[in-house]
């Protein structure tokens, strides 16, 4: 279980996507100096990772498809944002944020739910590719039920490549003791990270460890993420939401 299979055409990544558009979506945050929407913030980050799938997929002027990916953008309901599971190469001729509008709630245990029951069904036609990976963004705390059952359930999931990776991004601009200066030096946040929120201690709890082989793509791109980080980040600028989506895409290539 070491997450060494790479993304190939034969063999491709599937990422989830599971996008909280709650109200305080529209609040502003920090993005290279101005305010932006968080929303937009999360659209141009996610629409980044999309083009670093491509860029990973393309060989001269062909275009592979090495990722499947599924967004399911969620409030008191789950939408399906692609309307299914779709390849990277059809992902690229898409604009699939573009029309997303903020709603109410977060009920976070009910948008884990929906990725339980996609993964049930996908799995047994996953067993020879990297295991999947779901990417949970929020910047607050649930409405309704307690999430944690089911993404712990989720965490059990296996393919012969390792157990389904779960990563959170949490947009939030309390949750570190101390300010991050600079995304490329950070070193990640560790099991025994103190977090200031207690619901992104609770997100802590439910972030897989950063497999070594991602890590390793990362450090490629000039991050400095240390062995033993966890799949979270805080999302307290444009440049941190744009460094979990990158890392979300991080899946080791050919």
């Known amino acids: 279980m070491d997450y060494r299979i790479q993304a190939t055409q034969q063999t491709p990544a599937y990422i989830i996507y599971l996008l909280d558009i709650s109200a305080s979506m529209d609040q502003l945050m920090d993005a290279g100096g101005e305010q932006k929407r968080r929303m937009d913030v999360v659209t141009a980050a996610l629409n980044s990772a999309i083009r670093q799938m491509v860029f990973r997929s393309t060989k001269g002027s062909r275009l592979s498809p090495r990722y499947k990916i599924s967004i399911l953008a ?3 309901r789950v939408f399906d944002v692609l309307g299914g599971i779709k ?7 898409m604009k699939p944020l573009e029309n997303i ?4 709630l977060t009920d976070t245990a009910k948008a884990f739910a929906s990725v339980e029951k996609i993964l049930l069904k996908e799995l047994p036609g996953l067993q020879d590719c990297p295991a999947p990976l779901v990417c949970h963004m929020t910047d607050g705390a649930y409405t309704g039920e307690d999430p944690e059952p089911v993404v712990k359930r989720i965490m059990e ?8 990776l779960v990563e959170n991004i949490f947009i939030s601009d309390e949750i570190m003791a101390e300010p991050i200066a600079d995304p490329k030096r950070w070193p990640g946040i560790m099991p025994d990270t103190r977090l200031n929120d ?15 082989s991602y890590r390793e793509m990362m450090v490629e791109t000039g991050y400095q993420i240390e062995p033993g980080a966890l799949m979270m980040l805080p999302g307290t600028n444009g440049d941190l939401v744009s460094l979990g989506f990158q890392m979300s895409a991080a899946t080791p290539v050919r």
């Open 157 to 164: 999931l296996k393919v012969p490549d390792g157990r389904v």
């Open 198 to 212: 207690e619901y992104g201690m609770k997100l802590k709890r439910l972030s897989s460890p950063l497999p070594e």
């Open 101 to 104: 509008k903020t709603q109410r």
């Open 74 to 76: 969620y409030s008191d």
């Open 87 to 93: 390849s990277i190469d059809e992902v690229a001729r």
